[in-house]
């Protein structure tokens, strides 16, 4: 305990020093820019930095990285909550409440709560990094794909929780993401499906097109239309849009929720290839399971946006303990850090604490102080995007379209990315106007894939045994509670049934 309290002072005293302070303040800039604009994302941000970190030290360049990391997680969240558009998939979540509490003239409020869950989650994960890594390394390296494939079915399962409308209207938009996460190259086999002779389908719809579409073009088109007031129309007027950060009591009101998203953050975080999009829609899907009031769900509540950012924020901790122990990267990000370990001449992994205690406190310590930096950091970009509510609807839109479009084509640098980022904003907005449930979509798209690459991969190691997934404990037991969220609104849709017989 003694030699881990000096290794932290030590690694305070390193995190304090110019340079290394200015990469922990600049990382955090760029990532809450990155992630807030929409097709700039976070681990396209910390790819550009990677060949500025060539004739820096291993230390800078990543507090630089890490910095990015959790400011870039946070960042989409703030466009979500002002204007419906999440900034990367893992914000998804904090936009169904968040957006609803900013036409409630609430939207201090949210741009408060989501900066101190961020920060919250974040800083508390650094902490079980810190003190907890060697265990949470053991229990993430007996994890197999088959484990993999169980927690991502629980992601998919969460849908029936998620659903705004209905489980069939659910479960329809899921099936629906998850059949255009099949379209292009398999990975497994190398099989073209759903391409029909059109090159450019072979490679598959990205995810994020299909996000901007649905989210920023469709929420635009259904703006413009009238069915809505517009951006800052039911918004909360250009004034009052500073965020407003929460008082201990409304912080101690919500401790429920901050403790199981920072739970389910570090837990799903720590697994290899799970990440913080999964985290996200499974721990508000979780919070809106134990809920006393789940009906109260997408319209503005505060726990689903606490739970969900909280879990985001403190899956950037549980995803270096496999990397900084194990040498296993727990996410993109994750990777070209270690990358740039590597691109350094060190190695992460067990040996890395004894032969290098200095720079790991160091990284630690960093992202501690971070979080902390974070709120002062939060508060000023959310001021700052909150100016753009003032600028007339006709050309916020016109704005919000055009960096839609070349955020669609930085991602192939293809045109059309951005064609079809146009048919998915004329399929969200025509799903806004019948009221049909767009998150299940997004859910399968990005999830779907990861099920099927786990199952096959799983299939292929153990000889086609189905009965593996039940074979082994963790998976049985995550594949179950996934059959749980799936029958529990039957459950008690037959038990109110039965209740009211009796009445």
Not at 128 to 136: D, K, R, V
Not at 229 to 243: F, V
Not at 266 to 286: E, K, M, N, Q, R
Not at 302 to 311: F, R, Y
Request: charged residues 10%.
């Amino acid at each position: 305990m003694w030699e881990t309290l000096a290794n932290l002072a030590a690694g305070l005293a390193a995190s304090l020093e110019p340079l290394n302070f200015l990469m922990i303040l600049a990382g955090l800039a760029i990532g809450i820019v990155a992630g807030a604009l929409p097709g700039i994302t976070m681990l396209n941000s910390i790819v550009l930095v990677l060949p500025f970190t060539y004739l820096m030290g291993i230390v800078p360049s990543l507090l630089l990285m890490t910095s990015i990391y959790i400011g870039g997680v946070f960042g989409g969240s703030i466009t979500g909550i002002l204007f419906n558009i999440p900034g990367d998939p893992m914000n998804v979540p904090t936009t169904w409440e968040g957006y609803q509490l900013n036409k409630k003239g609430q939207v201090r409020l949210a741009l408060g709560m989501a900066i101190m869950a961020s920060a919250i989650g974040g800083f508390l994960s650094a902490l079980i990094l810190t003190f907890a890594s060697p265990p949470f390394a053991k229990v993430a390296l007996t994890f197999s794909t088959v484990e993999y494939f169980a927690v991502v079915v629980l992601g998919l399962a969460s849908v029936v929780v998620i659903g705004q409308v209905s489980v069939a209207g659910a479960l329809m938009s899921l099936f629906a993401g998850m059949f255009l996460g099949t379209v292009g190259t398999e990975a497994q086999y190398g099989i073209t499906r759903f391409a029909f002779g059109i090159k450019f389908l072979e490679t598959g719809i990205d995810f994020v097109t299909v996000l901007i579409g649905l989210f920023a073009i469709g929420e635009v088109l259904d703006q413009l239309s009238g069915s809505k007031a517009g951006a800052g129309g039911d918004a909360a007027a250009p004034s009052t849009s500073r965020a407003r950060l929460p008082s201990p009591r409304q912080l101690w009101a919500l401790r429920g929720s901050l403790v199981r998203g920072l739970g389910t953050g570090v837990v799903i975080g720590a697994i290899p290839g799970a990440g913080a999009t999964v985290a996200s829609f499974v721990s508000y899907g979780l919070e809106k399971q134990v809920s006393k009031e789940p009906e109260r769900f997408g319209t503005g509540v505060l726990e689903g946006l606490t739970a969900s950012e909280t879990s985001v924020n403190a899956s950037t901790g549980g995803a270096m303990i496999p990397l900084l122990t194990l040498g296993i990267p727990g996410s993109g990000a994750t990777a070209v850090m270690m990358g740039a370990f590597l691109l350094h001449g060190v190695q992460p992994g067990p040996l890395l604490f004894a032969q290098s205690p200095h720079e790991v406190y160091t990284i630690f310590v960093g992202m501690l102080l971070a979080n902390l930096v974070m709120i002062v950091m939060g508060l000023l970009a959310a001021r700052s995007f909150a100016q753009l509510m003032k600028v007339p609807e006709p050309i916020l839109a016109a704005f919000i379209i055009t960096f839609c479009f070349i955020g669609a084509y930085a991602l192939r640098n293809d045109m059309a990315d951005v064609w079809l980022t146009m048919l998915f904003g004329i399929l969200g907005f025509f799903m806004r106007r019948y009221n049909l449930p767009i998150p299940p979509l997004i859910l399968g798209v990005i999830l779907g894939p990861l099920a099927e690459q786990y199952f096959l991969t799983s299939m292929v190691s153990h000889g086609n045994d189905l009965t593996v997934f039940l074979t082994r404990p963790v998976s049985a037991a995550v594949l179950l509670t996934s059959a749980g969220l799936l029958l529990w609104p039957a459950l008690k849709g037959w038990l109110a049934r039965r209740e009211a017989v009796r009445v």
